[in-house]
């Protein structure tokens, strides 16, 4: 799984676990938790506009109110492991694994696909990381991953402004660059927000998540340890 606040190449990050799982023999599902979540139905208006932060924004109250109806904040987990048993049950469904699960005398083969990894993108709650940790024990690791604010600032800036309308002032969208940060790391009270603070530090290992060099040479180290 994945850990890591807005701004981040978290796209690159993904691609340069699947590097090292390579080296090993392990082929790479990745499982995009805002695509997963649409398999559920929020009463959250769609934005018109397709600004960045709009879509942003769009996704953050989608995934709020899945949990709030759900009344779980790891909802949204539930989701994913739901879609990672899907994915099992499809490769299971091959010749050569089907072969295997005949030639097998235990059960767990029809649940787990040898050399496979399923890179979750991204945890956002503790809750989560508690469910994933308590289904999956230390199978499941979690990568966080962080970067320079003023980096991030920069990153997220450049995406609002080439999606918002030409008057949209620097100031403004400064302002916007602010409101998706500070939601982004807590959303406070809110019992079904995001507070990726808290779920942050329980990473087995911290890479950078803006330099691709740095991002690589760090998960290298763990991976090779």
Same mark, same amino acid.
């Given at each position: 799984?994945?850990?890591?606040?807005?701004?981040?190449?978290? @796209?690159?990050?993904?691609?340069?676990?699947d590097?090292?799982?390579?080296?090993?023999?392990?082929?790479?599902?990745?499982?995009h938790?805002?695509?997963?979540m649409?398999?559920?139905?929020a009463?959250?208006?769609?934005?018109?506009?397709?600004?960045?932060?709009?879509?942003?924004?769009?996704?953050?109250?989608?995934?709020?109110?899945?949990? @709030?109806d759900?009344?779980?904040p790891?909802?949204?987990?539930?989701?994913?492991?739901?879609?990672?048993?899907?994915?099992?049950?499809?490769?299971?469904?091959?010749?050569?694994?089907?072969?295997?699960r005949?030639?097998?005398?235990?059960?767990?083969?029809?649940?787990?696909?040898?050399?496979?990894?399923?890179?979750?993108?991204?945890?956002?709650r503790?809750?989560?990381y508690?469910?994933?940790?308590?289904v999956?024990?230390?199978?499941?690791?979690?990568?966080?991953?962080?970067?320079?604010?003023?980096q991030?600032? @920069?990153?997220?800036?450049?995406?609002?402004?080439?999606?918002?309308?030409?008057?949209?002032? @620097?100031?403004?969208?400064?302002?916007?660059?602010?409101?998706?940060?500070?939601r982004?790391?807590?959303?406070?009270?809110?019992?079904?927000?995001?507070?990726?603070?808290?779920?942050?530090?329980?990473?087995?290992?911290?890479?950078?998540?803006i330099?691709?060099?740095?991002m690589r040479?760090?998960?290298?180290r763990?991976?090779?340890?």
């Amino acid at each position: 799984g994945i850990a890591g606040p807005i701004g981040l190449e978290i @796209a690159g990050l993904a691609e340069e676990i699947d590097r090292p799982l390579s080296d090993v023999g392990y082929c790479s599902h990745h499982v995009h938790v805002t695509r997963e979540m649409t398999r559920l139905h929020a009463e959250i208006a769609k934005p018109e506009k397709t600004s960045f932060f709009d879509l942003v924004k769009y996704k953050m109250d989608y995934a709020n109110r899945i949990c @709030a109806d759900y009344d779980d904040p790891a909802t949204l987990m539930r989701i994913v492991m739901n879609t990672i048993s899907l994915i099992r049950e499809d490769a299971l469904s091959t010749p050569s694994r089907s072969k295997q699960r005949q030639e097998s005398d235990s059960d767990s083969i029809t649940k787990v696909v040898p050399k496979t990894a399923y890179i979750i993108r991204q945890l956002k709650r503790p809750d989560e990381y508690d469910l994933l940790k308590r289904v999956y024990g230390n199978q499941f690791l979690l990568i966080s991953a962080n970067g320079g604010i003023d980096q991030r600032k @920069a990153v997220i800036a450049k995406k609002i402004k080439a999606s918002a309308p030409m008057s949209t002032s @620097a100031v403004e969208i400064a302002n916007l660059v602010e409101k998706l940060m500070d939601r982004d790391q807590n959303e406070g009270a809110e019992e079904w927000g995001q507070h990726l603070r808290d779920t942050f530090h329980h990473g087995d290992v911290f890479v950078d998540g803006i330099d691709r060099d740095r991002m690589r040479s760090g998960l290298q180290r763990f991976f090779q340890a």
